[in-house]
């Protein structure tokens, strides 16, 4: 079964330890000191935006079951890897920056990297996923606002809060 991250909005500070973290697996620099420093500094693919009574939400790709920036690829530089839902990837050599897949990403999470030369997003971490690690953004959050589970698993989870709340019992009026 695939996994997802899930976001506890209720735990999210806005802190952006996520946004450092994966600007930081995702470039070349060895420290933050490097990175800040480089040519072309890094770019996160995950973005803390703010809600309503919250200090952020963090929004990366949701790598849909029918993506549909796989769909409006011209040149095939976003796709899965296999047929089974893992991951939806970007070939950085195949994209010619059109910003099509920019367009129709439902959750605005798409964006032209700080060079020009392609569109970047999330890989959910691929490379440390395949190794057993976590995403960077989920490891680096400090309030485990951002978790990697099983979708079946989440799914389970918010099966349950629903039904506590639904069974929940009103507090009795206070005279």
Known sequence: MAKVIVVDEQRCLGCKSCTIAC???????????????????PQSRVYVEPAEGTFGVPLQCRHCEDAPCVAICPTEAIYRASDDNPPVLMDRDRC???????????????SLSRDGKAMIKCDLCIERTEEGELPACVAACPTAALQFVELDDALRQKRREAAARVTAKPEKAQK
């Open 23 to 41: 600007a930081m697996a995702h470039c070349e620099a060895e420290t933050l000191v490097e990175a800040i420093n480089a040519e072309t500094p």
């Open 96 to 110: 010619i920056g059109c910003r099509m897949c920019m367009l129709v990403c439902p959750f605005g999470v798409i």
